[in-house]
């Protein structure tokens, strides 16, 4: 909508922002950088600050910068500022404005200063449909035109409060047809009621179904075009299945029926917003802990104990018998035949990294005549990757399937042809995780390496591995996203390069320089929407859409 236009040249005024102390405007400025739509804007008219922390911006950029209509009534102290249907009515001395006649409260409204009348930046661009985007660290506004649904969650140029602007439902995606953009994809958890749904909304539909639209609509705002939703968190489900049990995250009891599908309530609003939904499942692992005490009665751990198998304090369904394997292939077609989702996702809980008491089974199982536990182990994860992708592509060949292994498959010094990394453990070694075998052979249709480390990360630096990963896809055919560790910033037990969430960007801006990547995933998302640190939605709302 062209009205926008004219309000981003109000941010182009944010140029100088004096600091206020004691109420009082001090001398000292701060260069602000502007851009609107990606554009540099300049401006000769310093903003200020206000005690109550309000951006004002003279109101003359907006006739001069956007095209909108600006009259001064000096009589009345009024400014009327009308772009297409919207209208605004702000008075000096008011604590309302009138939107279309509608009456607003304002913290401060129109100012007159060194002879120009001043109007509050956020207040105005909001309700003529722009974002904002302010970064703290650059001292940078970016300015957008065409954003649809505001960025709740953004660090904000200080503003004032704004009346609800009605979202504009978007064109649904077609389910498994990709767009052609890059993935920008987030992973929400729902093991241990992490992402959602929250722990408070227990049995409480209404509340869940608010918080996911709510998350939904922040990623969106910020540039995503795809979610990783968990549906099977331990063996479990969040959706109708007659195999496994319902997940406790939804009612606080494994195995009771919340009331709805969530699943089918997801996809449609992941669609109604153009984003891909892309079911999200743990293959083995079976509990997050080691107790079956409040397990359903039809939890896999209780129906089928012979598939079970106690490490690091969990319970696995042991990858080597083929019975199990096919359990899960059939709870994985249960959600690809009932319901329209974009994309099956695995992540990386295959066989754990420690001991793993599975003696009986290679006896029992190991028909080839392997003679090495590792390779046979890794052929019982090949195995698995294979048909779950045959039987998949054979329902639905559209559907998206795709693995988010652990981030090194081998060290060169086990393997020359390794990655430059000396990490602790590897997924060819470890997990059993062969991924250079599923994407040789084409079993995957996409590859998303969790690369879960910092640029200056000696063992396992992420621009080393992010250049192993692109050679091994070449020519290939299977995409390549990386996965990013959005939930490392600012976190209190991690190192300076984390405290900041430039780390994040630069290995975006490293991601840019080669064409095999086709995006990025980032781990987590209310590490991105809500607990935001050094306003990283921010950030990302800038890079995504500039």
Not at 7 to 13: A, I, N, S
Not at 104 to 111: F, G, K
Not at 128 to 149: D, P, T
Not at 470 to 482: A, C
């Amino acid at each position: 909508m062209n009205y926008r236009k004219w309000m981003l040249g109000l941010l182009v005024f944010v140029l100088c922002l004096p600091i206020w102390s004691t109420g009082a405007q001090a001398a000292a400025a701060v260069r602000i950088t502007i851009e609107l739509d990606g554009t540099a804007v300049n401006s000769d008219v310093p903003p200020y600050i206000t005690p109550s922390n309000v951006t004002m911006v003279p109101v003359g950029v907006i006739s001069q910068g956007l095209g909108a209509a600006v009259q001064w009534d000096q009589a009345s102290r009024t400014a009327t500022i009308s772009k297409g249907d919207t209208v605004l009515k702000l008075t000096n001395g008011r604590t309302t404005a009138l939107v279309n006649s509608a009456s607003v409260r304002l913290d401060t409204s129109v100012q007159i200063s060194r002879g120009r009348v001043m109007v509050p930046l956020r207040f105005v661009s909001e309700q003529l449909g722009l974002q904002v985007v302010w970064n703290q660290a650059a001292k940078h506004i970016a300015l957008y035109s065409n954003i649809e649904i505001k960025d709740p969650s953004a660090p904000a140029v200080p503003a004032l409060p704004a009346v609800p602007t009605p979202s504009v439902p978007s064109v649904p995606s077609v389910p498994g047809i990709k767009t052609g953009k890059a993935m920008k994809g987030a992973w929400i958890s729902t093991v241990f009621n992490l992402d959602w749904p929250s722990a408070s909304s227990a049995g409480d539909e209404t509340k869940q179904k608010k918080e996911f639209d709510s998350m939904l609509d922040k990623l969106q705002a910020i540039g995503y075009n795809a979610v990783f939703v968990q549906v099977r968190p331990s063996a479990d489900s969040l959706y109708s299945s007659q195999l496994v049990p319902w997940s406790k995250v939804l009612t606080g009891t494994q195995g009771k029926d919340p009331g709805y599908d969530p699943l089918e309530y997801m996809v449609s609003a992941a669609h109604q917003r153009g984003l891909e939904f892309h079911a999200w499942f743990n293959p083995f692992r079976a509990t997050t802990d080691a107790s079956t005490a409040n397990l359903a009665g039809n939890h896999v751990a209780k129906a089928h104990p012979e598939w079970i198998v106690k490490a690091e304090n969990k319970l696995y369904i042991n990858p080597g018998i083929p019975e199990a394997r096919q359990h899960i292939i059939d709870t994985v077609m249960e959600v690809v035949r009932g319901y329209e989702i974009d994309g099956v996702h695995l992540d990386d809980y295959f066989y754990p990294s420690g001991s793993f008491a599975d003696d009986a089974a290679y006896k029992t199982y190991n028909t080839n005549g392997i003679t090495s536990k590792g390779d046979w182990r890794r052929d019982n994860i090949n195995e698995f990757i294979r048909q779950l992708g045959e039987e998949i592509h054979e329902i639905k060949p559209k559907v998206s399937y795709g693995v988010s292994p652990f981030g090194v498959w081998r060290n060169k010094k086990a393997d020359s042809t390794g990655s430059d990394t000396t990490a602790g453990v590897s997924a060819y070694d470890d997990m059993y995780a062969d991924t250079r075998t599923w994407i040789k052979e084409g079993w995957i249709d996409y590859i998303a390496p969790q690369i879960y480390w910092s640029l200056s990360f000696g063992a396992a630096r992420y621009d080393k591995l992010v250049d192993w990963w692109v050679k091994e896809v070449q020519g290939s055919g299977v995409d390549l996203y990386i996965g990013l560790a959005a939930y490392k910033v600012g976190a209190s037990d991690q190192k300076a390069e984390w405290q900041s969430g430039e780390q994040i960007i630069n290995q975006l801006k490293y991601n840019d320089k080669y064409a095999e990547v086709e995006g990025s995933i980032m781990f987590r998302a209310n590490d991105i929407v809500v607990r935001n640190p050094f306003g990283l939605a921010g950030l990302l709302t800038f890079y995504f859409k500039s």
